[in-house]
């Protein structure tokens, strides 16, 4: 098969971007001019890498075919039905390399594992593995985008009997092809409980406890590390990337409280994957055990180390350098194997889930309405308002609710004095 690979790259200037590179590794030029257009809008690293990795996919499938996209086009004909049909498909399936950094792996969190699919290209039953409903979508939106967009651009290039011919084309088939966007339930995943129990959570605590003999890391600074993640996780249910890029200056100290800044694409940040906050900035406070237990890995654990000065990232490797996601991880591989049978699969995300089922209890023990305790989640979370008109006075008494139920879950970590 035709290896069409999405790449990441970064510029003199510190900005991350992705390319899609052509067998030879030169990039496709129209695929460069797209996604020029996300990086003009400041659209995420991540997620212009993503488009790129959906538009490996597509040309892929094209070179399977034996396809010239741009031949096709320069006729002024589209792709047909079928063949677009037979790209849908694919985009429902895993496929390994389509990144070159492949950084997703099989155990991924967001894919499924289907057995014997009946692959009806090769009239064989094969081993397959699907992705999630919501990576199909999004593979299917930004290849039609993309198509739209490219058709477009090809079109103006051409005489207006065959410039209408494509735009009649590619309007009818493109319409056949979203249509064939799956479904995401929102209300499924709302009602999915993937948190940990009381006792789970318990266990993983004791396990992570520097003295514990189960606990899976051996050094030190490790061990100290490890477990201050783990407990901001479940402290603050912030996301895995909000964690990895909160800087030494979000810190007060004077105040038990952290600072989530939005920081996309930094130029200082040296990681070639860049942890990025999705939500809106904000601020959460933290019991002062938990916050005198970050200051102490600030100033006798990480400070021992001589290259993390150079960096303004709170967590580091034990090298000195900011800690990437495939660590964290990593992190969770070994706590699943240091803590067999729990009944979810432990990872980063979970920890977020965990957060808001613990929310959701001292919630329903306050009495809170259901209005009243989503606007203190929104606050606590980083979400946005249902409300665009919400006044100050609402904003601060939710905040102030959310910090008093965050803080009431924070006492029941029982995390030991560090």
């Known amino acids: 098969m035709t290896r069409f690979v999405a790449k990441r790259v970064r510029f003199r200037n510190g900005e991350h971007h992705s390319v899609l590179s052509r067998p030879g590794g030169l990039p496709v030029h129209e695929v460069t001019l797209y996604l020029a257009k996300y990086r003009k809008r400041g659209r995420a690293a991540n997620t212009i890498h993503g488009v790129s990795t959906a538009l490996a996919l597509l040309y892929r499938e094209l070179g399977k075919a034996g396809i010239d996209l741009l031949e096709r086009f320069r006729k002024g004909e589209f792709l047909t039905v079928p063949e677009l049909n037979r790209i849908a498909d694919a985009a429902q399936y895993w496929v390994s390399d389509l990144s070159y950094e ?101 266990r993983l605590l004791k396990v992570i406890r520097l003295d514990s003999p189960d606990n899976p890391w051996e050094r030190g600074y490790v061990r100290y590390r490890n477990l201050l993640i783990v407990v901001l996780l479940l402290a603050t249910g912030m996301r895995r990337g909000e964690l990895l890029g909160i800087q030494l200056e979000d810190l007060d100290p004077r105040q038990p409280k952290l600072r989530i800044i939005r920081r996309a694409d930094a130029g200082e940040d040296p990681r070639r994957i860049q942890p990025n906050t999705k939500t809106r900035d904000r601020e959460v406070e933290l019991r002062p055990n938990i916050m005198r237990a970050v200051w102490t890995y600030i100033r006798h654990h990480r400070k021992k180390i001589k290259a993390a000065r150079k960096h303004p990232q709170l967590i580091v490797a034990d090298d000195g350098q900011p800690l990437s996601l495939a660590s964290i991880d990593k992190i969770f591989a070994q706590l699943r194997a240091a803590c067999p049978g729990l009944p979810v699969r432990l990872t980063s995300h979970v920890m977020r889930h965990t957060w808001n089922e613990r929310f959701s209890e001292e919630a329903g023990l306050m009495g809170l309405t259901d209005a009243v305790e989503e606007k203190a989640r929104n606050e606590q979370q980083g979400w946005a308002d249902d409300s665009k008109s919400a006044s100050t006075y609402t904003r601060r008494h939710t905040n102030r609710i959310g910090r008093e139920i965050s803080l009431k879950i924070q006492e029941q970590l029982d995390v030991p004095e560090l």
């Open 102 to 202: 492949d950084a997703d792996s099989r155990g991924s969190a967001n894919i499924i594992d289907i057995k014997r699919i009946r692959m009806r290209r090769n009239a064989a039953v094969e081993d397959a593995t699907a992705v999630i409903a919501a990576t199909q979508a999004n593979r299917i939106r930004y290849i039609a985008d993309f198509l739209n967009f490219l058709s477009t651009y090809i079109g103006a290039t051409l005489s207006a009997a065959l410039r209408q011919n494509l735009a009649l084309e590619s309007a009818h088939a493109l319409q056949a092809f979203r249509a064939q966007v799956p479904q995401v339930s929102k209300r499924a995943k709302l009602g999915a409980r993937e948190g940990l129990s009381r006792e789970d959570q318990d």
